[in-house]
């Protein structure tokens, strides 16, 4: 469950090439979920890695997250 929930937040993920080459990655619905990097390998990884710490900061702190539920 928290495989699927993180990897559908992966297929949102909005990349772009900024000015100096590096690379910026966001997921729109949530709000704070971004990561930048030299590649784009190391950016989407990075991306994970804080969207992963993301959702277990809220699971712990018992926040409602839209699309995910321990039950």
């Given amino acids: 469950m928290i495989n699927e929930f ?3 937040k ?3 993920a909005k990349y772009k090439i900024l000015k100096n ?3 910026f990655a966001e997921i729109p619905s949530i709000k704070g979920v971004w990561a930048d ?3 784009l390998e ?3 990884k990075e991306l994970k890695e804080v969207l992963e710490d993301w ?3 809220n699971v ?3 926040n409602r997250i ?3 539920s321990l039950t």
Avoid: W
Wanted: aromatic content about 8%; overall charge positive.
């Fill in 66 to 68: 839209p699309g995910f």
């Fill in 21 to 23: 080459g590096s690379y």
């Fill in 55 to 57: 959702l277990l900061l």
């Fill in 6 to 8: 993180i990897e559908k």
């Fill in 37 to 39: 990097s030299h590649n």
């Fill in 10 to 12: 992966l297929k949102e």
């Fill in 60 to 62: 712990r702190d018992r």
């Fill in 42 to 44: 190391d950016c989407r």
